[in-house]
């Protein structure tokens, strides 16, 4: 099912019968929206889920992928536009963090309806530098960086033929994500729960108290064990602390 005018960039995983809120979830590098079909299944009697999804992946697989931040924005934009109208969450997980931050700034400077709470996970800050580019690097350099994140199991390594398929799908991702010039100098007027893994080697608790500088409203941050895909195991205790931010702010 999709929606909205740009429907094809945000499927809808769940619809509640007595809408209260609408939590909208963009993936990480490599994912599809079905990454948070399962939350569907833990979500409150009243909360609905929607998904980003790029091209490039599951129903959108024969589509090219778009590595140009501003291309997803305008689309993700458009998708979104139709449900501001109701009460919202945004939630986005490192690549996915990344976008909801800068699709909140652009809702913000066209003054449209922000998310009641804007969830960030295992996202740099703004003010972070994202350091030197890996996209481009030869495979095997390539490969062993992202296993670093915990997210690409060694089977899907080892199989040669699957990894051809994979491949291209990470390093469209990975330049959209180095590639996106992040605002670093403005702050959201919503509320910004930031989510992290204890043991990420890539974005810590260290990181959380630079995004509480980038919100005028409340700030909260939680740290859940594990690494940087540390929401697989938590992603109960995710939605949570998003459905009591949202309820506060009504």
């Not at 963090?97 to 309806?113: C, F, I, S």
């Not at 080892?158 to 398929?165: F, G, I, M, T």
């Amino acid at each position: 099912m999709q929606h909205g005018q740009d429907g094809s960039w945000l499927l809808n995983l769940r619809d509640a019968q007595d809408e209260r809120l609408r939590l909208i979830c963009i993936h990480h590098a490599g994912a599809g929206a079905s990454f948070f079909r399962p939350w569907g299944l833990t979500l409150p009697p009243a909360t609905s889920l929607s998904a980003l999804q790029l091209p490039g992946r599951e129903e959108r697989r024969n589509e090219p992928f778009e590595t140009s931040k501003d291309v997803v924005l305008e689309h993700a934009l458009l998708a979104l536009q139709p449900f501001t109208s109701r009460p919202y969450a945004l939630f986005g997980h490192s690549l996915g963090g990344t976008l909801a931050w800068e699709l909140t700034l652009r809702l913000q400077a066209l003054k449209l309806p922000l998310p009641k709470v804007l969830g960030i996970s295992a996202t740099r800050a703004p003010s972070s530098p994202m350091g030197a580019p890996t996209y481009q690097q030869p495979d095997e350099a390539f490969l062993q960086r992202i296993q670093t994140f915990g997210g690409t199991p060694g089977s899907v390594v080892a199989e040669r033929e699957l990894l051809k398929w994979i491949l291209p799908r990470l390093r469209a991702d990975t330049e959209l994500h180095e590639c996106a010039t992040v605002t670093s100098d403005q702050r959201a007027d919503t509320a910004i729960a930031f989510f992290y893994g204890t043991s990420d080697p890539v974005c810590d608790g260290a990181e959380a108290e630079k995004w509480r500088t980038f919100t005028t409203g409340a700030f909260e941050k939680h740290g859940y064990t594990g690494g940087h895909f540390y929401l697989r195991e938590n992603h109960r205790a995710i939605v949570e602390v998003l459905v009591r931010l949202s309820a506060n702010r009504t």
